[in-house]
């Protein structure tokens, strides 16, 4: 079933804009719905896309709401500061067929939990870790910087960069990842054009992380391709020079 119509209105109160959202009841008259679950919504969003799609948010306040017009959609935009569990600033915008124009502010506290990657025992600095240091754990992230977290493939074969307890969580900063491609080495090049794909064997001439771009050569034609690293020694090219 779908709506018929949606409408908003806004309406001052003491020199801040409020959004009141009408939208009708399925079979049923029009109902006012607070500005609060919009928000909820788009500031969830934002911590979901931010922290990782697994991750389960709640909302617990939202305080100093002051949007200057009213929007059907709303897309909310944290602080890059914002730590979990304290006072975090988001800007709103509208999202509204995909337009982003500022429409204001409101500060909210956020609880997240997510599985997230942890020492299963106490690594020394710049010992690399393995499997068996590393496990997939919930976790409550209430004091955690509001950054993306880091999966197994992320932090397996990286090296620390200080010593970790057991059980600390791990993060980028706790680490400097390992190249998933070496300069020097020959990788699998994935050409597409259109529906069809062209594999064939380059060297690399850089190191790159996963989703680098990286330079590759192709050792019979000595032609130069940028390409993004998609894995373990595996290169999907993006243009030629």
Not at 91 to 115: C, H, K, Y
Not at 193 to 221: C, M, P, W, Y
Request: hydrophobic share 45%.
């Amino acid at each position: 079933m779908k709506c018929s119509s949606k409408s908003i209105r806004s309406f001052v109160s003491g020199g801040v804009w409020l959004l009141a959202l009408t939208v009708p009841l399925y079979g049923g008259p029009s109902a006012m719905v607070d500005e609060s679950a919009v928000l909820n919504n788009a500031i969830e969003a934002a911590v979901r896309a931010r922290v990782g799609s697994a991750s389960v948010v709640s909302v617990k306040t939202i305080t100093g709401v002051r949007l200057v017009r009213e929007s059907a959609s709303l897309v909310a935009v944290p602080d890059p500061s914002a730590r979990i569990g304290s006072p975090v600033r988001f800007v709103i915008a509208d999202g509204e067929f995909g337009a982003r124009t500022r429409l204001g502010e409101a500060t909210a506290v956020v609880q997240v939990s997510a599985p997230a990657v942890r020492t299963r025992k106490a690594v020394a600095r710049g010992d690399r870790l393995d499997a068996a240091a590393l496990a997939v754990v919930a976790t409550d992230l209430n004091g955690y910087a509001m950054r993306p977290l880091l999966s197994l493939d992320d932090a397996r074969g990286a090296r620390t960069t200080h010593d970790l307890v057991e059980g600390a969580l791990v993060t980028r900063a706790d680490i400097v990842p390992e190249p998933v491609v070496k300069s020097g080495d020959p990788v699998r090049a994935h050409v597409h054009a259109g529906a069809v794909e062209l594999t064939g064997i380059a060297v690399a001439a850089e190191n790159g992380l996963k989703d680098d771009i990286i330079r590759v050569i192709n050792q019979e034609s000595h032609h130069v391709f940028r390409a993004r690293v998609v894995g373990s020694g595996e290169v999907e090219v993006v243009d030629v020079h």
